[in-house]
C-alpha cells in the first residue's frame, strides 16, 4: 500500500528553524518528483518547494532562501529544512510525489495527512 507520513512540526517562534520529514512506503521517492505544499487556515494549498527526479529545486518566492528540500534515496525520505520560520508560514504542511517538467510540478493523488506548523511568539 502507497503511503506518505510527514513529521516534524510543531510550535516554533519566529526566527527559528524545524525540519520536517516524509517517509514513504510502497513508493520510491527517486522513482518521482517531491514536493512540499501548505495550506494555511480559510487559504488554498499552495506549492512550496519541488525536488525533481534529477535534483533540481524550485521554491516560492515566499520561502526562497529560508526554505531547502532534500532526499535521501537510501532512507527513502524527503525534508524539508525550514530556516528564519515566520508568523506567515504557519500552516499544515503536506509531501506528495508527481511530475516535473518544463518548471511546473504535476502533484499525484497521493498525499501524507500533514503535519502543523506554527510560527508565534
Known amino acids: 500500500q502507497e503511503q506518505l507520513v510527514e513529521s516534524g512540526g510543531g510550535l516554533v517562534q519566529p526566527g527559528g528553524s524545524l525540519r520536517l520529514s516524509c517517509a514513504a512506503s510502497?513508493?520510491?521517492?527517486?522513482?518521482?518528483?517531491s514536493a512540499w505544499y501548505r495550506q494555511a487556515p480559510g487559504k488554498q494549498r499552495e506549492l512550496v518547494a519541488t525536488?525533481?527526479?534529477?535534483?533540481?529545486?524550485n521554491y516560492s518566492d515566499s520561502v526562497k532562501g529560508r526554505f531547502t528540500i532534500s532526499r535521501d534515496n537510501a532512507k527513502n525520505m524527503i525534508y524539508l529544512q525550514m530556516n528564519s520560520l515566520k508568523p506567515e508560514d504557519t500552516a499544515v504542511y503536506y509531501c506528495?510525489?508527481?511530475?516535473?517538467?518544463?518548471?511546473?510540478?504535476?502533484?499525484?493523488?497521493?498525499w501524507g495527512q500533514g503535519t502543523q506548523v506554527t510560527v508565534s511568539s
Open positions: 525536488l525533481t527526479r534529477g535534483g533540481s529545486t
Open positions: 506528495t510525489v508527481g511530475l516535473s517538467y518544463g518548471g511546473t510540478f504535476d502533484p499525484s493523488n497521493l
Open positions: 510502497g513508493i520510491s521517492f527517486s522513482l518521482y518528483a
